[in-house]
């Protein structure tokens, strides 16, 4: 019995033990969907690592000194692309992902290494992602997308400076399919976007300014095939006290066929487009803005050109071109060559020898070696067409929260037909998210804008993480789209309270009448989780006891209004405001703790009144009564 009872004591002494040691020597577990840097992991990478797949990593602002390696399905996402800042060192990738479906938004990337293959961020066999949002600053690849494909990299800022080559490349895909890379500004010293081994991908309204003189915008090699290149802009960049600079080539194609370019903009010092083996090249709708040659065509054949603006640069041609077309046929026309001359147009039909104009130069435009356009076009072409944007294109939502986005709907070359809106999410969409257009047809006027308003709502249930959702506009056979980027996190995060005005009191005197009613309005505003509620809060002993009034908003004037009850003759006043925001975070109004007052008139009691009037007619009547003693004669006591 003894050792039974000595047995059952150690057993529990044992298990106290444990407890005590697991106590002390616990780990900390990740909260499930969303881990916090630096509230629950100082560092971005041991939140990574304690992530589970499918979790939102949130990076609150500030400097991390950090090369990441994301090795999971799981969304990265800063609070704030300007301040929150991952440094490289100098050293390796900044952000090393090998895992599919990763999203990262948000960050400023900078100071990776100099050295091949070194990049700000680095695919690595990734499928799935979506990179947006982020100013990245790189020594050698800003993002490099490698042996992957249906990626979405779009809405960056990515700068490129010289390091240890002269091959610095802002994106460049190698052996990488079906990508999309679209709406990117990209200031780079040698090589914009460059393919290689890559087929199938877009690359759709970039922005491309060189920051040296030298390279190309589109370096396009090696069996990269049936890639599309749509409305994008090779730029020229200037500084003061500098020469302006130029990309050498506006698109470099080597040795790939089927590509497409499509509504580009190009400025270039040598060539806007260098075509080399590169046959089934279609180009159409491009402006060539300036350029020694606008397109140098070598070795290419059964390639189409037409639509296209050529402004400045002349046509060089290598011999033997087999197929190429240099017009659409009558009567959609050639191209416009803001040099040809002679120019004439009395004529129109199909060999130009009918009576009437029809804005086609009644004569071909030869080029060399057999090659001509046989419509060429009086005056720049222009098709009538529709752009798409959004204000904005990206908001946080704190679940539970509604925000809205205004849908822009722009007529191009006086398009004046209705377009229809539409909206998906791009890859699978997430629950307890809703949206709604008010308007699902739209007209803008010629050369003008109309607008539609998109309402997104994250309910409670929302599921945390970075998501896209496309809008589509479509009138006929024409298409065009905007992205739109809604980041959905838990309301805990928001740290930060609302922000109040100095409220406005109604009338304004610091003496308030008896019958006067006071209105006060306040401006509050909270950009994340948005306002809860709002409240006056008013004394009139002094600030022993407090009454609180909920403020209403008013939504012509977008203010909170609310009116103070009529007071007491001779009541002081004091007040403030408070608000709260849907994360639970608190403001508070209060005249530097001297709150902001008023005072109600006192009236006179009815005894004061009367003792005023009595003593007011005394003081008359004695008044009076000296006036008349000294209108009585003085007597003439006279002695004769």
Same mark, same amino acid.
């Given at each position: 019995?003894?050792?039974?009872?000595?047995?059952?004591?150690?057993?529990?002494?044992?298990?106290?033990?444990?407890? /005590?040691?697991?106590?002390?020597?616990?780990?900390?577990?990740?909260?499930?969907?969303?881990?916090?840097?630096?509230?629950?992991?100082?560092?971005?990478?041991?939140?990574?690592?304690?992530?589970?797949?499918?979790?939102?990593?949130?990076?609150?602002?500030?400097?991390?000194?950090?090369?990441?390696?994301?090795?999971?399905?799981?969304?990265?996402?800063?609070?704030?692309?300007?301040?929150?800042?991952?440094?490289?060192?100098?050293?390796?990738?900044?952000?090393?992902?090998?895992?599919?479906?990763?999203?990262?938004?948000?960050?400023?990337?900078?100071?990776?290494?100099?050295?091949?293959?070194?990049?700000?961020?680095?695919?690595?066999?990734?499928?799935?992602?979506?990179?947006?949002?982020?100013?990245?600053?790189?020594?050698?690849?800003?993002?490099?997308?490698?042996?992957?494909? %249906?990626?979405? /990299?779009?809405?960056?800022?990515?700068?490129?400076?010289?390091?240890?080559?002269?091959?610095?490349?802002?994106?460049?895909?190698?052996?990488?399919?079906?990508?999309?890379?679209?709406?990117?500004?990209?200031?780079?010293?040698?090589?914009?976007?460059?393919?290689?081994?890559?087929?199938?991908?877009?690359?759709?309204?970039?922005?491309?300014?060189?920051?040296?003189?030298?390279?190309?915008?589109?370096?396009?090699?090696?069996?990269?095939?049936?890639?599309?290149?749509?409305?994008?802009?090779?730029?020229?960049?200037?500084?003061?006290?500098?020469?302006?600079?130029?990309?050498?080539?506006?698109?470099?194609?080597?040795?790939?066929?089927?590509?497409?370019?499509?509504?580009?903009?190009?400025?270039?010092?040598?060539?806007?487009?260098?075509?080399?083996?590169?046959?089934?090249?279609?180009?159409?709708? %491009?402006?060539?803005?300036?350029?020694?040659?606008?397109?140098?065509?070598?070795?290419?054949?059964?390639?189409?050109?037409?639509?296209?603006?050529?402004?400045?640069?002349?046509?060089?041609?290598?011999?033997?071109?087999?197929?190429?077309?240099?017009? %659409?046929?009558?009567?959609?026309?050639?191209?416009?060559?803001?040099?040809?001359?002679?120019?004439?147009?009395?004529?129109?039909?199909?060999?130009?020898?009918?009576?009437?104009?029809?804005?086609?130069?009644?004569?071909?435009?030869?080029?060399?070696?057999?090659?001509?356009?046989?419509?060429?076009?009086?005056?720049?072409?222009?098709?009538?067409?529709?752009?798409?944007?959004?204000?904005?294109?990206?908001?946080?939502?704190?679940?539970?929260?509604?925000?809205?986005?205004?849908?822009?709907?722009?007529?191009?070359?006086?398009?004046?037909?209705?377009?229809?809106?539409?909206?998906?999410?791009?890859?699978?969409?997430?629950?307890?998210?809703?949206?709604?257009?008010?308007?699902?047809?739209?007209?803008?006027?010629?050369?003008?804008?109309?607008?539609? %308003?998109?309402?997104?709502?994250?309910?409670?249930?929302?599921?945390?993480?970075?998501?896209?959702?496309?809008?589509?506009?479509?009138?006929?056979?024409?298409?065009?789209?905007?992205?739109? /980027?809604?980041?959905?996190?838990?309301?805990?995060?928001?740290?930060?309270?609302?922000?109040?005005?100095?409220?406005?009191?109604?009338?304004?005197?610091?003496?308030?009448?008896?019958?006067?009613?006071?209105?006060?309005?306040?401006?509050?505003?909270?950009?994340?989780?948005?306002?809860?509620?709002?409240?006056?809060?008013?004394?009139?002993?002094?600030?022993?006891?407090?009454?609180?009034?909920?403020?209403?908003?008013?939504?012509?004037?977008?203010?909170?209004?609310?009116?103070?009850?009529?007071?007491?003759?001779?009541?002081?006043?004091?007040?403030?405001?408070?608000?709260?925001?849907?994360?639970?975070?608190?403001?508070?109004?209060?005249?530097?703790?001297?709150?902001?007052?008023?005072? /109600?008139?006192?009236?006179?009691?009815?005894?004061?009144?009367?003792?005023?009037?009595?003593?007011?007619?005394?003081?008359?009547?004695?008044?009076?009564?000296?006036?008349?003693?000294?209108?009585?004669?003085?007597?003439?006591?006279?002695?004769?």
């Amino acid at each position: 019995m003894e050792m039974r009872r000595r047995f059952a004591a150690g057993s529990i002494l044992s298990v106290l033990l444990l407890f /005590v040691l697991l106590s002390m020597f616990s780990v900390k577990l990740a909260e499930a969907g969303t881990i916090v840097v630096p509230d629950d992991y100082a560092t971005i990478q041991a939140a990574i690592d304690a992530a589970l797949p499918g979790d939102t990593v949130f990076v609150r602002k500030g400097i991390y000194r950090e090369n990441l390696f994301i090795g999971k399905a799981l969304s990265l996402v800063g609070e704030d692309w300007q301040q929150t800042v991952i440094d490289g060192g100098g050293t390796g990738h900044v952000v090393y992902i090998k895992a599919d479906n990763v999203k990262v938004s948000g960050f400023t990337i900078k100071n990776s290494s100099s050295e091949y293959p070194y990049s700000g961020i680095y695919l690595d066999e990734s499928h799935g992602g979506h990179i947006y949002g982020n100013n990245i600053t790189a020594m050698y690849y800003g993002i490099r997308i490698y042996n992957s494909s %249906n990626n979405y /990299v779009y809405q960056n800022y990515i700068t490129v400076v010289y390091g240890s080559s002269i091959s610095a490349t802002g994106i460049e895909l190698a052996w990488s399919h079906n990508n999309t890379i679209n709406n990117n500004h990209l200031h780079i010293y040698y090589i914009g976007i460059k393919l290689a081994e890559s087929r199938n991908n877009c690359m759709e309204r970039n922005i491309l300014q060189p920051y040296y003189s030298g390279g190309y915008a589109f370096d396009v090699e090696y069996n990269s095939d049936f890639n599309t290149f749509l409305n994008n802009n090779v730029t020229t960049s200037h500084e003061t006290g500098y020469y302006e600079r130029y990309f050498s080539y506006g698109f470099y194609i080597r040795d790939s066929v089927g590509n497409v370019l499509q509504g580009n903009s190009m400025h270039a010092s040598s060539a806007c487009i260098y075509l080399y083996k590169s046959n089934n090249t279609i180009m159409v709708e %491009n402006d060539f803005i300036d350029a020694d040659y606008a397109i140098d065509l070598r070795y290419s054949h059964f390639c189409k050109f037409y639509h296209n603006n050529i402004f400045r640069g002349s046509i060089e041609l290598s011999e033997n071109l087999i197929g190429n077309l240099w017009d %659409n046929g009558y009567p959609s026309g050639g191209n416009y060559w803001e040099y040809q001359s002679p120019k004439s147009d009395y004529y129109s039909g199909p060999n130009q020898d009918q009576p009437g104009s029809d804005g086609i130069v009644d004569t071909p435009y030869y080029l060399g070696y057999d090659n001509k356009d046989r419509y060429p076009f009086m005056n720049p072409y222009r098709e009538p067409l529709f752009e798409i944007s959004s204000s904005p294109q990206s908001q946080k939502f704190y679940a539970p929260q509604t925000r809205s986005y205004t849908v822009i709907v722009t007529s191009v070359n006086s398009f004046i037909l209705p377009v229809n809106l539409s909206c998906a999410w791009l890859g699978s969409g997430p629950s307890g998210i809703t949206f709604s257009l008010s308007r699902n047809t739209i007209m803008p006027p010629p050369n003008g804008k109309d607008t539609s %308003n998109l309402t997104v709502t994250a309910s409670s249930t929302a599921t945390v993480g970075s998501y896209t959702l496309r809008i589509t506009g479509t009138s006929g056979s024409l298409s065009n789209y905007v992205d739109i /980027v809604v980041t959905v996190l838990s309301a805990s995060l928001d740290i930060t309270p609302p922000e109040i005005s100095e409220p406005l009191q109604t009338p304004s005197n610091n003496t308030i009448q008896p019958d006067e009613r006071v209105k006060i309005s306040v401006n509050v505003t909270d950009d994340e989780s948005g306002i809860s509620q709002v409240i006056l809060s008013y004394t009139t002993d002094n600030g022993k006891t407090w009454t609180d009034l909920n403020m209403q908003l008013n939504a012509t004037t977008s203010s909170y209004e609310i009116e103070i009850p009529q007071q007491q003759p001779g009541t002081l006043v004091k007040y403030k405001i408070i608000a709260y925001d849907n994360a639970g975070n608190i403001a508070k109004k209060d005249n530097n703790g001297y709150y902001y007052t008023y005072q /109600v008139i006192p009236e006179f009691p009815s005894t004061i009144f009367l003792t005023l009037f009595l003593l007011t007619s005394l003081i008359t009547t004695a008044i009076l009564k000296m006036k008349r003693k000294s209108q009585f004669p003085i007597p003439n006591f006279s002695f004769n």
